[in-house]
């Protein structure tokens, strides 16, 4: 394994506490600064809308600059922003912070998708891919409880101090393992044997937008991203009003689908590597039999075990195979990849806002699971229809993950 593979990797675990860790020192910052719950709460839903913007626009403005510099940049100012929540006098400061902690965290995974895909053979993309958001998703495993250890020891203070120091040892294993061309600028080949140009600057890679395949791809990210999390986003009151779980056993079942996170996502890269259309119909397929299944057995302690890790599972089998696919119908463009980022965010919001409308509607707490699986049943249609386009305009493209032959 490259180091600079590792160096990614540490980046997306410092980023992945940040976004996770502050779910559960909200009751403290909150007693802090004397604000209330639903102010606290801001520093969750900006963090989250700042991701949406920062991919966007960070990775537009940045097209033309080497794009190991690039991450230099974008971790300096994850560090920038943690070290700011951690020395906050108020609250407005800390939510500047976090602001600026977030706009990193779309480019980073976006760009850095492209570096880690350049540090090994084709053949192996997806998987180096995996790697490096195998980070986010220890993250996610550990973010909520590394939070609430640390601030019910040291404060929650502390917790961001330890963020900035996993930053700044991200920052320097980036400057010294990753190559100083690494994902830079070159020539891709296609499915059907010809070679073709990375779009270097912004006009460029907007080009690139043109392509159905690149807006399909998209568009499946987000509705099955938005499935699953319109499902987790009341994921604990469907444990604990439904199941009868205690509020004490919501943390470990959080855990076990953290768990099922890291497990997805490094099948699901081996897998899109071996078959990358198949492996991310069966993925999505997946998850809309496991959030329907949970639906009908929520109530039942072993199932909803089993089915939390599922889950998490088949959720994040195809984040590695979407990123690769949307890079390779958009010819390399990091501006194809820092949107993938944003799709799934802004499904994010979609989902939880669905599954949010059913509960408000009386339709129960597994109604989020229902409305998840409907989502997600959408994105296979989606990816349906792209995987069969894409093997009507070149038999091998769809069927392999080496990638477009035209868009």
Known sequence: MPGGLVALALGGFGIGLTEFLIAGLLPQVASSFAVSEAAAGRLISGYALSVAVGAIVLTAATARLPRKQVLVGLVALFVVGNLLSAVAPDYRVMLLGRI???????????????????????????????????GLTLANVLGVPFGALVGERWGWRAAFWAVTAIGVLALAGIVALVPGRAGETRSLTKAGGSDSAEPAGLRAQLREFRSWQ???TLTATALGYG??????????????????????QVAWL???YGVGLVVGNLVGGRAADRDRDRALILALLGLTVTLTAFGLLAANATASVVLTFLMGVFGFAGVPGMITRVTDYAHGAALAAS??????NLGNALG???GGLAITAGLGYTAPLYVGAGIVLTSVVVMAVAAHQARN?????????SGPSTG
Do not use: Q
């Open 100 to 134: 600026v902690a977030a706009l990193c965290h779309g480019s980073f995974f976006g760009i850095g998708s492209l570096v880690a895909r350049s540090l090994v053979a084709p053949e192996r993309k997806s998987r180096a891919v995996a790697v490096m958001f195998a």
């Open 393 to 401: 305009r070149n038999p091998l493209s769809g069927m392999s993950g």
């Open 339 to 344: 949107a993938n980022v944003s799709a799934s």
């Open 352 to 354: 939880a806002w669905l």
């Open 214 to 216: 690149v807006w399909l």
């Open 254 to 256: 959080l855990m076990v």
């Open 227 to 248: 499935g699953m999390f319109g499902a987790f986003s009341y994921i604990a009151y469907t444990y604990t009003e439904v199941g009868d779980f205690s509020s004490a």
